[in-house]
């Protein structure tokens, strides 16, 4: 730059510095002064207002520090009555199965015993499982059960008086399992289930249904019995027999051959097809009852 243009900038430019305003010039230092002031009245605000904030909140509240990141659990109202589980929910048994009004429901989940059962327990549902035993202290504890289904299972063992406590169960099931002998059974059942096992004339006793005056229905299809039960109930309606080994009836099979007045009015349907007997050589077996078995003759 010569002298001259030296010259020239001096006289146009300089002066142009000292016309700056001075709003401008004041704007300028505010940010030049210290932000401590700031963060302290911030950081005072904020303490006073989280103070209010907790007169306010309940006892049960919980506040946390977004500065510490630190919970402040503050003291629960003891008023408040904590409930315990009650025994059903906690209950191990209601988490495999379903438990729903009194039933239980553990079928096909290949249980290989009875399930502790809840209280106040009335029908029990667990079919299709891999069951082989039923002891007394199964349903030791449950006097309120009016039905048990166990059909569809392994059951080869069930211990004398298994059944024996419970007054109140009126159906029983256990098709399909691998009994040779049958329990003793409850006073007020109503219906017995006990087809496609493997019972024998000998597994069943003597008297097993002469104390049962409430059995109407009683199903014992698909063994292997050689003869007809003996003492069968004047309750009995519907009496199930077919595919046995059965060879022969007698006339106090179903009738009494010392009163020849005597009928069975009850009885509706008797089943004894698929045995040997031959039914046309028994006509005083039949000669109480309504209608004639159904077999061969």
Do not use: W
Request: net charge neutral; charged share 25%; with cysteine.
């Amino acid at each position: 730059m010569t002298t001259f243009q030296t010259m020239v900038f001096l006289f146009f430019f300089v002066p142009l510095v000292k016309l700056v305003p001075p709003i401008q010039q004041e704007s300028l230092n505010l940010y030049e002064y210290d932000t401590d002031i700031f963060e302290e009245l911030f950081k005072q605000d904020y303490e006073d207002k989280s103070q209010d904030a907790i007169k306010k909140k309940g006892k049960d509240d919980m506040i946390v520090s977004p500065d510490s990141n630190i919970q402040l659990e503050l003291q629960r109202d003891e008023s408040v009555p904590k409930v315990p589980p009650t025994k059903d929910t906690d209950l191990a048994t209601c988490l495999l199965c379903v438990c729903l009004s009194g039933s239980v429901y553990c079928e096909e989940i290949d249980i290989v015993a009875i399930p502790p059962l809840p209280k106040e327990t009335a029908y029990l549902y667990a079919r299709f499982n891999k069951i082989k035993r039923v002891a007394v202290s199964d349903f030791a504890d449950i006097p309120t059960l009016r039905r048990i289904n166990l059909s569809g299972n392994r059951i080869e063992e069930i211990e004398d008086g298994a059944f024996s406590k419970l007054l109140l169960l009126e159906e029983l099931s256990l098709a399909e399992n691998k009994l040779i002998r049958l329990p003793v059974l409850p006073p007020k059942l109503i219906t017995f289930n006990a087809n496609y096992n493997r019972i024998k004339s000998r597994g069943i006793r003597a008297n097993a249904f002469k104390k049962q005056t409430n059995l109407s229905y009683l199903y014992l299809a698909h063994n292997t019995l050689e003869s007809v039960p003996l003492n069968l109930p004047e309750s009995l309606r519907v009496l199930h027999l077919q595919f046995n080994n059965i060879t022969s009836v007698t006339d106090d099979t179903f009738c009494k051959s010392n009163n020849t007045r005597y009928i069975r009015s009850r009885m509706d349907e008797i089943r004894m097809e698929g045995n040997p007997v031959i039914l046309a050589k028994h006509p005083n077996a039949f000669s109480c009852l309504k209608t004639l078995p159904v077999g061969t003759y």
